[in-house]
């Protein structure tokens, strides 16, 4: 039982890698040898199982922060666009303002400034709207 358990061991250990065969030199039995290998074997595939899970759940992670940077990307220049809009709708309606309400009021009080002093045939009062518009830059 001695040989043939010892040609089984040198059997099994020379079927392996040098480098992976190493630790089963000091076993006494070829059970010993196959035991251990079936667990080296099992816990390397379960780490290589392990490791695979972790790398593809970073590689979601990377997709997901990868895909939530873009949608911020996206709101951003959504945003930006949208603050342009809202800018030349508030100089358009500035202008509007200035066309349509101011300039016709400052029309309207500098002519019935100028009636009232031809009237009254008197010069422009101090704080008259008339000498406030005209002293303006």
Known sequence: ???????IISWLINSMR???SKPF????SAKEVWDV???TVTANY???KALRQEFELYQHFLQWKQQSWLGCWNKIEFL??????????IKLGIIYLVKNLFLPYKNYMHSEENHRIVMTKLNPQKNSALKTIQESP
């Not at 930006?80 to 709708?89: A, E, K, P």
């Open 25 to 28: 030199l000091f076993l006494s």
């Open 46 to 48: 379960s780490t290589m």
């Open 18 to 20: 040098p480098e992976i």
């Open 80 to 89: 930006n666009s949208l603050l342009d809009s809202i800018q030349s709708l």
């Open 37 to 39: 290998r079936e667990l």
């Open 1 to 7: 039982m001695g040989c043939s358990n010892s040609m």
